[in-house]
């Protein structure tokens, strides 16, 4: 960890935009900004999330409520001509996912949204739900 930012750095904290911005500034001068953000174990902590790092998806089966793991097709690659999303649906692009909104709808197969990368220790990372519809697109693959 960069000795400047270590007073400020609390184990296992989620960061705050202005620690962010700190990392960010690390960055650019060279230094490790990921260092600042490991926790005891190692293992780092996700900074705030940009538009850059979240992961369009499709469900692949009806969402099954809050806090249960399903699976999804990601991730998403913008289609310039349809100005729609294309999703590759074969083994390798399947993902596993979880929302853990409350009293949010649960749409069938086909729904998409974006969401981010966290780490987890069944699957090694699991994609959190950031946005998804509220009702199906149909399918992700015609």
Same mark, same amino acid.
């Given at each position: ?41 190692? +293992? $780092?902590? !996700? ?9 369009? &998806? ?6 099954? @409520? ?21 999703? +590759? $649906?074969? !083994? ?9 909104? &409350? ?6 197969? @086909? ?22 519809? $509220? ?8």
């Amino acid at each position: 960890m960069h000795p400047d930012l270590a007073p400020h750095v609390v184990p296992g904290e989620r960061p705050s935009a202005g620690k962010w911005n700190q990392l960010a500034d690390m960055a650019s001068q060279n230094q490790d900004p990921q260092s600042a953000y490991q926790d005891a174990t190692g +293992i $780092c902590q !996700a900074p705030p999330y940009n538009e850059k790092e979240l992961i369009r &998806y499709c469900t692949k089966d009806a969402h099954p @409520g809050m806090g249960i793991v399903f699976e999804a097709y990601a991730p998403g690659i913008a289609n310039p001509t349809t100005r729609q999303w294309d999703f +590759i $649906c074969d !083994a390798d692009h399947i993902v596993k996912i979880i929302d853990q909104d &409350y009293g949010v709808p649960q749409p069938g197969a @086909g729904a998409q949204g974006y969401a981010h990368w966290q780490a987890d220790d069944e699957f090694g990372r699991i994609l959190w739900v950031v946005t998804m519809d $509220c009702d199906t697109r149909g399918l992700c693959c015609a």
